[in-house]
């Protein structure tokens, strides 16, 4: 019943971030957030509930951007390179409200956390439903107002 830290969910897909991961990760990195974030466009039927965002006209999703060897920036073969500060989507991966398992094309284990880890997933779960949330009044009216550029997104996300 354990993660066989396969590293699937790192090297398969895109991984959504959410504004307060970029907020956190350019923090504790230093990073300018356009170093490690990129666009998808978004398309129908995708397992993810982060908001698509109008960006160049476009609707487009966040992500953290991919290596050369098309895997998640940060990953590498000792792990994540940002572990205590990687998304929320990662730190809850593969679990939803309630600890169901979500439907998730890049975990191929059945598995659940038990005992303190369970608790910090489900800890880790309820802050990803809030900053979600929030991330949902922010996409609303950003699109309201017709959307821009990558580089206006990301200044306006990291405006306080
Ligand atoms: S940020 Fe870390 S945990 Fe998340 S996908 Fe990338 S390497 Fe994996
Ligand atoms: S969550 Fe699933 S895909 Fe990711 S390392 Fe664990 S078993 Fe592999």
């Given at each position: 019943m354990n993660c066989a830290r396969c590293g699937a969910c790192c090297t398969s897909f895109g991984v959504c971030i959410t504004p307060s991961d970029i907020v956190r990760i350019s923090l504790a990195?230093?990073?300018?957030p356009s170093q490690f974030v990129d666009t998808v466009q978004d398309y129908p039927?995708?397992?993810?509930?982060e908001p698509a965002l109008f960006i160049d006209k476009e609707k487009q999703i966040l992500v953290l951007k991919r290596s050369k060897e098309n895997v998640?920036?940060?990953?590498?073969d000792e792990g994540?390179?940002?572990?205590?500060?990687?998304?929320l989507l990662c730190r809850t991966y593969p679990f939803g409200e309630g600890m169901k398992s979500m439907c998730?094309?890049?975990?191929?284990s059945e598995w659940a956390p038990e005992g303190s880890e369970r608790e910090q997933y489900g800890h880790d779960i309820f802050l990803y439903e809030k900053e979600l949330a929030e991330f949902q009044k922010f996409a609303k009216e950003w699109n309201s107002k017709g959307g821009g550029s990558l580089s206006k997104l990301l200044k306006a996300l990291l405006s306080p």
């Amino acid at each position: 019943m354990n993660c066989a830290r396969c590293g699937a969910c790192c090297t398969s897909f895109g991984v959504c971030i959410t504004p307060s991961d970029i907020v956190r990760i350019s923090l504790a990195t230093s990073m300018r957030p356009s170093q490690f974030v990129d666009t998808v466009q978004d398309y129908p039927n995708r397992e993810r509930e982060e908001p698509a965002l109008f960006i160049d006209k476009e609707k487009q999703i966040l992500v953290l951007k991919r290596s050369k060897e098309n895997v998640c920036f940060f990953y590498s073969d000792e792990g994540c390179k940002i572990y205590h500060y990687r998304p929320l989507l990662c730190r809850t991966y593969p679990f939803g409200e309630g600890m169901k398992s979500m439907c998730s094309r890049a975990c191929p284990s059945e598995w659940a956390p038990e005992g303190s880890e369970r608790e910090q997933y489900g800890h880790d779960i309820f802050l990803y439903e809030k900053e979600l949330a929030e991330f949902q009044k922010f996409a609303k009216e950003w699109n309201s107002k017709g959307g821009g550029s990558l580089s206006k997104l990301l200044k306006a996300l990291l405006s306080p």
